[in-house]
């Protein structure tokens, strides 16, 4: 799941205007740019299927650290304090580790079974697996963005918010889509420098214009 995540930063930042735009939206990308980072490190890993790019075949093998409810809310706490020191905020603590915790939440809806709850070796895996339905992934995940984000924002931020995420979602159309071309992502490293490429300039965009 991408912009749907950012759906929620956007309902945090309303809960919560005393947090920067910036920080809500970091929180939610938080797993992944960690992800991003742990994938080349190879302590996470992923295989993508070089045949297809639907999100259905790529096979989440482990991601501990920073797709499981328990240790990855756990290791949100020493970013969430790092930054509410730097701000002098307090409140971007809990704010952060609910923003984070979040992004695990709605990936059980997308995700096939395989979000490790504790984060531990034989862990218990959950997911819902909207993936395998494609079209209706794309289609649900944009309506829940829309939906919470007309709950959030109002005014001119409203409208750039939603063309955001309608342009940053149809980026994604092949994954929900598939083709029937081969898979343009060659290794899991180039997968994960997307998603760092992809959350970082969501958050930078949308910080600067909303
Ligand atoms: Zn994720």
Known sequence: MFVGHFAVAFLLWRLFPQVPLPVVLISV???DL???LLVPAGIEKVRINPDS?????????KFPYSHSLVL????SIPIGLL???LLNNPVIVPVFVAGSASHWLLDTVVHLKDLPILGFDGDRKVG????????????????FYTIVT???L???????????GGAFHAINLRSFFGSNRKNSVKSSNAYAGLALVGFGSFTLIASLII
């Not at 819902?128 to 309506?143: I, Q, S, Y």
């Not at 109002?154 to 955001?164: E, F, N, T």
């Open 29 to 31: 990308s938080f797993p």
């Open 34 to 36: 960690l992800w991003s």
């Open 53 to 61: 790019p639907l999100q259905k075949f790529i096979v989440f093998e």
């Open 72 to 75: 990855g809310s756990v290791l």
């Open 83 to 85: 930054i509410a020191g």
């Open 128 to 143: 819902a697996g909207l993936w395998k339905r494609g079209p209706l992934a794309f289609v649900v995940e944009f309506v």
């Open 150 to 152: 007309l709950f959030a």
């Open 154 to 164: 109002s005014g001119l931020p409203l409208v750039y918010a939603l063309i955001l």
